[in-house]
């Protein structure tokens, strides 16, 4: 049985629901819960939901019907996106669930608990707060060496297969002067990277007129003394300018990767997608990057099997794969959502068709993966080590292209977390990369270790 002020909390989705879980678990903590590892030992179960795919919201439900019997003296709660487009009737489908929150309202989240705690069956919160709803008071990081930080929220294109602009609402961005004061602060507590967040943060719009885009905000993020590397996502290719590759370029703390998600490579269902731009358009975007003084790694999005994708279609979209060769891929079966324009179209893709397409897709991305990787090996690269892997005795980093690579270092070294180490490739695998340090591979030269 679970006993005093505890909590679980659960994370489905994106780095934004990743965010979105550190100002919760900090606002809990600010009430005097204690976070604990399992659900059963916990008084409040929470899952901070994503509803971009079927398959995450389902996710949630399984979670809550393992607790449907035997929840007695536990409450539950449902936040983010599910909550938000589902609204009360998640009490309908889950009634032992006594919270339903969306990610608009986490700054009413004391209030919220402060009800369940005063004997309220159901809470919800569900209207956005006044102001910039996306901040909280609290935020408890987990990572002591890479922070997110919320720049814009909500979205206000209308792709068809998307349900975002529901869940999130409408672009709120944030002022400038708050995000470089909160940059500055993290900085000064030992931050080295910070990642800016949004649905989409190229449209960023400073409400105080001091940054006048998001270019403009990423060069007065870049001059923050403190900060090794900073990171952003997601863009929109529509909003995409080439002032943002020439900050890039121009300060080398802005990371040397762009996720510019394009989801299909024919016209034809871009315009069905209504995605705003076309091919060409995109292939020009990409042209600006590779264009660059700087080598850029290039990752996307790809759905295929949206209603009307023909396979001339899919092909355009492999060719297209052929014609950017993209450093990673995230690719999906489309996935009907609700209150998306997408429902009315015609020409839906049986899914047995869909999954074969997927999987030629997802093998040729396998393929390039593997070219592209092997012909770091050999290269030196500076990575931000993210933690160690016990079982291989090797330290897990990451590189400026965002690229995973696992090394070896000189016994003795000590905790390598949190710091910047010089690593040459000797293998590559289609995800992730294999090095020694540069120290490591001295020592072995020498003759002082390793074989």
């Known amino acids: 049985m679970p006993h005093g002020k505890t909590f679980y909390l ?73 909550a938000q487009q589902q609204g009360r009737r998640i009490f309908e489908k889950a009634p032992h669930v006594a919270l339903v929150c969306g990610s608009a309202s986490y700054s009413q989240l004391p209030v919220l608990v402060s009800r369940l705690e005063s004997g309220d069956q159901r809470v919800t919160g569900l209207e956005p707060a006044n102001g910039e709803a996306f901040e909280t008071s609290f935020t408890r990081r987990d990572n002591p060496h890479r922070a997110y930080v919320t720049i814009i929220e909500g979205c206000d294109k209308s792709c068809a297969y998307c349900i975002v602009p529901f869940t999130r609402g409408k672009e709120r961005s ?19 990277e910070v990642q800016l967040l949004g649905q989409n943060v190229n449209s960023y719009r400073d409400p105080s007129g001091e940054c006048a885009d998001f270019a403009a905000l990423l060069a007065s993020v870049a001059l923050i003394s403190g900060l090794r590397r900073v990171r952003f996502a997601t863009s929109h290719p529509r909003d995409f300018s080439r002032s943002i590759v020439d900050v ?20 034809a269902v871009l315009e069905r997608m ?40 899919f092909e355009q979209t492999l060719s297209l794969l052929e014609e950017v060769r993209f450093d990673s891929l995230f690719s999906f079966k489309y996935s009907p959502r609700p209150n998306t324009s997408a429902l009315e179209l015609d020409g ?16 040729k991305q396998r393929a390039i993966q593997i070219q592209r990787n ?68 001295r020592i072995c030269s020498n003759g002082l270790g390793g074989s």
């Open 348 to 363: 839906r893709v049986p899914q047995e068709e869909a999954g074969r397409r997927l999987t030629l897709l997802q093998e």
């Open 274 to 313: 209504r995605r705003l731009y076309t091919r060409d358009d995109y292939l020009r975007r990409i042209e600006w990057l590779k264009g660059a003084r700087r080598s850029i790694a290039l990752t996307s999005d790809v759905i295929v099997g949206f209603p009307g994708e023909t396979e001339k279609d």
């Open 174 to 192: 944030r002022a400038s002067g708050s995000i470089l004061e909160e940059v500055r602060s993290l900085a000064g507590s030992g931050y080295t």
């Open 248 to 267: 890039i370029d121009a300060h080398p703390v802005l990371c040397d990767h762009v996720h510019l998600p394009v989801q299909s490579g024919s016209t």
């Open 10 to 82: 659960e994370t489905f989705g994106c780095q934004m629901n990743v965010h979105d879980s550190e100002k919760v678990v900090g606002t809990l903590t600010s009430l005097g819960y204690s976070r604990v590892d399992r659900p059963e030992e916990a008084s409040l179960v929470l899952y901070n939901t994503c509803s971009v795919r079927d398959k995450a919201e389902q996710k949630v439900y399984q979670r809550l019907q393992q607790f449907k019997r035997g929840a007695r003296g536990r409450r539950f709660a449902v936040l983010g996106c599910v």
């Open 374 to 441: 092997s012909g770091l090996v050999g290269t030196l690269h500076e990575v931000m080590v993210e933690g160690f892997n016990r079982p291989t005795g090797q330290w897990i980093g990451r590189t400026s292209q965002n690229r995973v690579l696992n090394f070896l270092a000189p016994p003795g070294s000590g905790s390598l977390a949190g710091r910047y180490v010089e690593v040459r490739v000797t293998r590559a695998g289609p995800n992730s990369l294999a090095g020694e340090s540069v120290e490591q591979a």
